[in-house]
């Protein structure tokens, strides 16, 4: 049996996709073949060292040379994918996969692949592919988790993140899946649920501010830091307590005389990656349409990835609104934004 590869994280992509999808890199265990003076050798040495372009220069002459090498062409499409060359990538795992059909390492690559090209019947069906065979890869436990999560099944997601947590806890990825499955079950409200009290709803919060703290710590260069750093401090916002008598509280709809009131709301731009990986679907934001009349303090209840959700935070900022009142006094009033991505 082939065992399974270690996952490191290279930043975020979101796709994440719901989840803002990490960009990570699937490693392949030490390779004896490192040592030897050949292209294969020279490409994973390459790739090890983080020289990608190099490294996808060796291992396309490697698997040119040798089409039978499997794990030439595995460690090509992990290069491949740190290039965002996703479909060549995905190409390049098939073809190991052909060569070793119980490559478990390589269903997981490939399914990771899949994930970034949007096509997730296809990556959940790898990702299953490499569990039958090593039942303890992390990778193909967050890579479901992730699409469970686009779809909505936000319990099994959560059980996947934490699953990860117990297989891999350095695995910094599998804190911001926990983080977003937990944020999710608000999406379809803005306070708590009908079954729920709102000191449970916000101790989810709190429960999701720590996970994502902890994503934070162990991956400090992820690509999107910005925007999970605002929404670590919107769960902090969220899950405080203030007292009724504060002037300063953020009020729900049902608590203001008049409802905050949109003048303009400016649409997101659709991101060439997205649009060349197909994404579509729907942005939910939960933020605070303030008194002073700015948006601000954005948690993302529901994530697109390539960049969709940053544009929707960036149009979001730029809405015109009339402040919600209280006896005529503007207040602060929360808010939940949706931006629908579709390609015609």
Same mark, same amino acid.
Request: with cysteine; aromatic share 8%.
């Given at each position: 049996?082939?065992?399974?590869?270690?996952l490191?994280?290279?930043?975020?992509?979101?796709?994440l996709?719901m989840?803002?999808?990490?960009?990570?890199?699937?490693?392949?265990?030490?390779?004896?073949?490192?040592?030897?003076?050949?292209?294969?050798?020279?490409?994973?040495?390459?790739?090890?060292?983080?020289?990608?372009?190099?490294?996808?220069?060796?291992?396309?002459?490697?698997?040119? #040379?040798n089409?039978? +090498?499997y *794990? $030439?062409?595995?460690? %090509?499409?992990?290069?491949?994918?740190?290039?965002?060359? /996703? @479909?060549?990538?995905?190409?390049?795992?098939?073809?190991?996969l052909?060569?070793?059909?119980?490559?478990?390492?390589?269903?997981?690559?490939?399914?990771y692949?899949?994930?970034?090209?949007?096509?997730?019947?296809?990556a959940?069906?790898?990702?299953?592919?490499?569990?039958?065979?090593?039942?303890?890869i992390?990778?193909?436990?967050?890579?479901?988790?992730?699409?469970?999560?686009?779809?909505?099944?936000?319990? #099994?997601?959560?059980? +996947?993140? *934490? $699953?990860?947590?117990? %297989?891999?806890?350095?695995?910094?990825?599998?804190?911001? /899946? @926990?983080?977003?499955?937990?944020?999710?079950?608000?999406?379809?409200?803005?306070?708590?649920?009908?079954?729920?009290?709102?000191?449970?709803?916000?101790?989810?919060?709190?429960?999701?501010?720590?996970?994502?703290?902890?994503?934070?710590?162990?991956?400090?260069?992820?690509?999107?830091?910005?925007?999970?750093?605002?929404?670590?401090?919107?769960?902090?916002?969220?899950?405080?307590?203030?007292?009724?008598?504060?002037?300063?509280?953020?009020?729900?709809?049902?608590?203001?005389?008049?409802?905050?009131?949109?003048?303009?709301?400016?649409?997101?731009?659709?991101?060439?990656?997205?649009?060349?990986?197909?994404?579509?679907?729907?942005?939910?934001?939960?933020?605070?349409f303030?008194?002073?009349?700015?948006?601000?303090?954005?948690?993302?209840?529901?994530?697109?990835?390539?960049?969709?959700?940053?544009?929707?935070?960036?149009?979001?900022?730029?809405?015109?609104?009339?402040?919600a009142?209280?006896?005529?006094?503007?207040?602060?009033?929360?808010?939940?934004?949706?931006?629908?991505?579709?390609?015609?």
């Open positions: 049996m082939v065992r399974s590869s270690t490191w994280c290279w930043g975020v992509l979101l796709s996709i989840c803002s999808v990490p960009r990570v890199i699937l490693a392949y265990p030490q390779s004896s073949a490192a040592t030897r003076a050949d292209e294969k050798g020279q490409g994973i040495k390459l790739y090890q060292q983080g020289n990608i372009n190099e490294a996808i220069e060796a291992l396309r002459k490697a698997v040119k #040379e089409k039978q +090498d *794990e $030439a062409w595995h460690f %090509l499409g992990l290069a491949l994918i740190n290039q965002k060359h /996703l @479909k060549e990538a995905s190409k390049s795992f098939e073809a190991a052909k060569l070793q059909p119980h490559f478990a390492a390589g269903h997981a690559g490939l399914a692949s899949l994930l970034l090209r949007n096509r997730s019947s296809e959940l069906r790898e990702a299953q592919a490499a569990l039958n065979i090593d039942p303890e992390p990778d193909a436990h967050y890579i479901i988790g992730v699409v469970r999560l686009r779809a909505g099944k936000k319990q #099994e997601a959560l059980a +996947d993140a *934490e $699953a990860v947590i117990k %297989l891999r806890p350095q695995f910094g990825p599998a804190y911001l /899946l @926990k983080s977003e499955a937990l944020v999710s079950f608000s999406g379809d409200v803005l306070l708590a649920r009908e079954n729920e009290s709102l000191e449970a709803n916000k101790e989810r919060y709190r429960e999701a501010a720590t996970a994502l703290e902890k994503y934070l710590q162990l991956t400090p260069n992820t690509e999107y830091r910005d925007t999970w750093v605002e929404q670590l401090e919107s769960l902090r916002i969220f899950s405080a307590n203030y007292p009724k008598s504060d002037p300063n509280r953020v009020l729900s709809g049902k608590e203001v005389t008049n409802k905050a009131r949109v003048l303009s709301k400016p649409e997101p731009a659709y991101t060439e990656e997205a649009r060349h990986n197909q994404v579509t679907g729907t942005v939910v934001l939960r933020c605070i303030a008194s002073d009349g700015t948006v601000k303090h954005f948690l993302v209840l529901n994530s697109l990835p390539d960049g969709l959700t940053e544009m929707s935070i960036k149009a979001a900022r730029k809405i015109k609104f009339v402040p009142t209280v006896n005529g006094r503007p207040v602060s009033m929360f808010m939940q934004l949706e931006y629908n991505f579709a390609l015609y």
